[in-house]
């Protein structure tokens, strides 16, 4: 009975984390990096896999021995350090979300017909009434649920159709011929960034499975969400690289979608449009969540005003987003913020884990210490090169 409930639990965690990283930034970066690199984007994606589940391993680990969430982890690191991370995974949050509004405004774009900015304002209002109402909210996780499923099932038919070139693309993501900073920081960003990664973890907390006796199990569920992530992120760079390769031009103002409607024809951009859409607003409701979630220790009445403060942060994500427009750029951007927050998050943890009133007796193996600082370094270095690579067009 017992390992049943692990399992439950760590699937859950893991489901949680992957659903919350495949979003609609998600399906745009990568296929616009693919028509950037190629078949040199494989690369790319197998080098942060190796850079999420490092991370991923330790902030798990750390926050499970631990017993406590992160911002509480921060603060008995160094006072007040906690509210400083809560306050940049909140504002990684906003980015996030924004960017979520714009997803689901391009997924009614596709489907309806409608502007990228009055599908934005319908999918927010949807978001809200989600949110309102906790029966529509179970409904909705649910709905979201078999639309991730039907997404990788999609993803999985588009790539057999594309045909792509799978001895080249093999050969490239270990001999690239092409890299960018600025697509390893966004993907990474995308993945493991921003309030994603503690999302599983804090998900094991609420279900009480902490505690040293459980991290076999955490490396698994750390493990198996980085598994899902980068699954559907290979189904989709293969069958983008098919596309490509075939001669296909996709549309900039909607790239993934487009991916889609080359390689299968019309119903299969209208499908792609309501995935899209689904992705969207669900992720507009966990990030919203989550990101208010941080801030609740900032003062009592936060935690009063809980559900007024994720209606508030929805509206203003959107009121941002129309501001701004262009949504296929805000999707790349917020990756690229969210890879930006992931060194501060993991050194913190880091520091944690060598702090004995936090981590009690349990001693952290070094391997993993010196793999998650080898992930910081080049984390902040990609940081560097990145922000250079911005400003230099």
């Known amino acids: 009975m017992e390992k049943k409930y692990n399992r439950s639990v760590l699937l859950g965690a893991a489901f949680l984390m992957a659903s919350s990283a495949i979003g609609p930034g998600f399906l745009t970066q990568t296929a616009v990096f693919t028509a950037q690199l190629g078949a040199s984007f494989g690369f790319v994606i197998l080098l942060s896999v190796v850079l999420d589940a490092i991370a991923q391993l330790n902030i798990w680990r750390i926050i499970t021995v631990a017993d406590k969430p992160a911002q509480d982890i921060a603060n008995m690191v160094f006072p007040g350090l906690g509210y400083f991370i809560s306050f940049l995974v909140f504002l990684g949050g906003m980015a996030f979300n924004i960017g979520n509004i714009a997803g689901a405004g391009l997924g009614l774009n596709v489907l309806l017909g409608v502007s990228v900015q009055q599908g934005a304002i319908i999918s927010a209002i949807l978001a809200i009434g989600i949110f309102i109402y906790k029966e529509a909210g179970?409904?909705?996780?649910?709905?979201?649920k078999c639309m991730g499923l039907f997404?990788?099932?999609?993803?999985?038919?588009?790539a057999y159709i594309s045909k792509p070139p799978l001895a080249e693309a093999a050969v490239r993501a270990v001999a690239p011929t092409?890299?960018?900073?600025?697509?390893?920081?966004?993907?990474?960003?995308?993945?493991?960034g921003g309030y994603i990664t503690f999302a599983g973890a804090h998900r094991l907390l609420d279900a009480g499975q902490t505690g040293q006796q459980h991290l076999k199990q955490t490396n698994r569920g750390a493990l198996s969400a980085i598994g899902?992530?980068?699954?559907?992120?290979?189904?989709?760079?293969?069958?983008?690289?098919?596309?490509?390769?075939?001669?296909?031009?996709?549309?900039?103002?909607?790239?993934?979608?487009?991916?889609?409607?080359?390689?299968?024809?019309?119903?299969?951009?209208?499908?792609?449009?309501?995935?899209?859409?689904?992705?969207?607003?669900?992720?507009?409701?966990?990030?919203?969540?989550?990101s208010v979630s941080f801030i609740k220790s900032f003062h009592p009445k936060?935690?009063?005003?809980?559900?007024?403060?994720?209606?508030?942060?929805?509206?203003?994500?959107?009121?941002?987003?129309?501001?701004?427009g262009k949504p296929v750029k805000t999707l790349i951007t917020v990756g690229a913020i969210n890879g930006l927050i992931l060194p501060i998050?993991?050194?913190?943890?880091?520091?944690?884990?060598?702090?004995?009133?936090?981590?009690?007796?349990?001693?952290?193996?070094?391997?993993?210490?010196?793999?998650?600082?080898?992930?910081?370094?080049?984390?902040?270095?990609?940081?560097?090169?990145?922000?250079?690579?911005m400003f230099g067009h």
């Open 178 to 192: 092409q890299f960018s900073f600025a697509a390893v920081l966004t993907i990474v960003g995308g993945t493991v």
């Open 151 to 158: 997404k990788i099932c999609l993803a999985l038919f588009v």
């Open 302 to 324: 936060i935690m009063k005003l809980n559900r007024e403060i994720i209606i508030c942060f929805i509206i203003i994500s959107c009121i941002i987003f129309e501001i701004i």
């Open 345 to 389: 998050a993991l050194s913190v943890m880091l520091v944690a884990a060598y702090r004995t009133k936090i981590i009690a007796n349990y001693k952290q193996p070094l391997w993993l210490t010196a793999l998650g600082a080898a992930v910081i370094g080049v984390m902040t270095w990609m940081s560097c090169g990145a922000i250079i690579q």
């Open 228 to 290: 899902l992530a980068s699954l559907m992120r290979l189904l989709l760079f293969i069958a983008a690289l098919g596309v490509i390769s075939a001669g296909g031009k996709l549309d900039p103002n909607n790239p993934a979608a487009s991916v889609f409607q080359l390689a299968v024809g019309q119903w299969g951009y209208k499908i792609f449009g309501l995935i899209m859409w689904a992705a969207g607003v669900s992720s507009v409701v966990g990030s919203a969540y989550t």
């Open 138 to 144: 179970k409904a909705m996780d649910l709905f979201a």
